[in-house]
């Protein structure tokens, strides 16, 4: 089978150290990202050309919207919740565009922390996050110097309470659903590749693991990823400036191409859910590199020819 080549535009020159997250909020027409060693949370409004952005004051590593309106967020050394009259006062969907080449002052997002879930904040931090079907949230942590399996994923259920779903992680990243709900990819981006778990549903507990698709071979490390309607991955490639689409057994059937070296998730969004959009990072990089990509961190964009599907949405 032929490989299908996209390639991405800018959406928003965002030069973001660490750009990451991005989720679709259909009810604002907007879509959510962080920007994780800035400590901030971006609303980016297509239509408007728009970027708000709200610091949390600590890492942030992704945002899961709230069933009730508000974000779930996975921090540095633990998750918390913002209610949505928190989230509009921080990153008000209005908002008005900036002067030709400005950007939105910030502001603070107001959150409460969830307790009861402690981690070795000096080890890990919580990176990857979204939530699931069934309305739980599943965020994972990674070493900080990405060497060492010391992190894990984490499953917060409606009721505030978390449990263990993975140990063993050593940058703990991408993650999404099959539509019948009993299967969940996942990316350890040290592990190289994508891999399979059967699930239960109805506790979300995990079982069954196996590889799914490689990424080393083809240059880059695995980092974020989104499922379309057709059930192929979307898998970001750190390292090798490409968003690859896997069939659901493997197989390379298209690679985008995008203007920035690390690559570091994509999501759908858009009327019609129709739209990618692509996070990058500018961190790590000398002024050389960044010299050489100078598009490096911006927010990218593209229609590839396929939807995506409906968010889900933490019940919490």
């Known amino acids: 089978m032929s490989v299908t080549r996209y390639r991405a535009e800018v959406a928003l020159p965002a030069r973001a150290e660490l750009g990451e997250g991005p989720t679709w909020d259909s009810g604002t027409r907007s879509l959510l990202w962080v920007d994780i060693v800035a400590g901030k949370v971006h609303r980016f409004r297509p239509d408007l050309g728009t970027d708000a952005a709200a610091e949390t004051g600590t890492s942030v590593g992704s945002v899961g919207l709230r069933a009730g309106g508000g974000l779930v967020l996975s921090l540095a050394d633990g998750l918390a919740l913002a209610s ?13 565009p900036p002067a030709p080449g400005g950007r939105h002052a910030g502001t603070v997002l107001g959150y409460e922390r969830i307790p009861g879930l402690e981690i070795e904040g000096e080890k890990v931090r919580f990176n990857e996050g979204k939530a699931d079907p069934e309305g739980r949230f599943l965020a994972g942590t990674m070493h900080w110097e990405e060497r060492e399996p010391i992190g894990s994923l984490y499953q917060l259920g409606p009721d505030g309470q978390a449990s263990t779903l993975l140990d063993g992680i050593t940058v703990a990243n991408g993650l999404d659903f099959t539509d019948d709900r009993r299967t969940m990819y996942y990316i350890d981006s040290a592990a190289g590749g994508v891999d399979a778990f059967d699930r239960d549903p109805e506790t979300g507990r995990l079982s069954g693991r196996r590889r799914v698709a490689g990424v080393r071979a083809g240059g880059g490390t695995p980092d974020g990823m989104t499922l379309d309607a057709d059930g192929c991955l979307w898998v970001a490639v750190w390292g090798g400036g490409e968003v690859r ?50 598009r490096a961190g911006d927010l990218f964009w593209l229609r590839p020819g396929v939807a995506g599907r409906p968010w889900p949405r933490f019940a919490g």
């Open 84 to 96: 949505a009259g928190q989230v509009h006062a921080a990153l008000p969907t209005d908002a008005r």
């Open 245 to 294: 689409r896997f069939s659901p057994d493997g197989r390379l059937i298209g690679v985008v191409e995008v203007p920035a070296r690390q690559v570091t998730s994509a999501a759908f969004g858009g009327e019609r859910l129709d739209e990618l959009f692509i996070t990058t990072a500018r961190i790590g990089q000398s002024q050389r590199e960044l010299a050489a990509q100078p």
